[in-house]
């Protein structure tokens, strides 16, 4: 199974390419979509598809998975920082696919173990996960923890799945 994890983002948005087989993982891709916050919101919002339709193209994820947003004391950035999330919720769904949606802290629980983990033991736990991969920054790292963490649930859903129709 091959995930796509996203980090949502204005200024960077995340990504990470994973292939789950069983409890297998292997990197496949990471990087970052910037946009230029001179610009305005739209054509902000307009670039950050275009890239990321374009990283779904290259690398044909067959599920996806987005961190949730949480809101901060600032409403003007919690609103654009919900515009990104659209975009990257848009993209994957567009491609037909569904679309996973986790916590933050479910998904530093998935991979470190913790649930209050800080950003440099995620990034640690994805580097034991992905020996050798080359991370293009923090937003990358966050991203590919999402995908790790939607192949932990979907390999348990799948266990489920299979145990519940054995019977």
Not at 23 to 36: E, F, K, M, P, T
Not at 95 to 103: K, M, N, P, Q, S
């Amino acid at each position: 199974m091959r995930v796509i994890g996203i980090d949502p983002g204005l200024r960077n948005l995340g990504w990470g390419v994973i292939e789950a087989e069983g409890v297998r993982l292997r990197h496949i891709a990471n990087g970052i979509c910037h946009s230029d916050p001179s610009a305005t919101l739209a054509a902000r919002l307009m670039d950050l598809h275009t890239q990321l339709t374009r990283v779904m193209m290259q690398y044909a994820p067959q599920t996806a998975a987005v961190e949730q947003t949480f809101v901060n004391k600032d409403a003007v950035a919690t609103l654009k920082l919900g515009s990104a999330r659209g975009i990257a919720l848009l993209v994957p769904a567009q491609a037909g696919l569904e679309v996973g949606e986790y916590a933050p802290n479910a998904v530093k629980k998935a991979v470190v173990g913790v649930g209050k983990a800080a950003k440099e033991q995620v990034e640690h736990m994805v580097r034991m996960q992905l020996p050798g991969v080359v991370i293009a920054g923090p937003d990358a790292a966050d991203a590919l923890a999402i995908a790790i963490c939607h192949a932990f649930h979907s390999q348990s859903a799948r266990s489920m799945a299979l145990a519940g129709g054995a019977r």
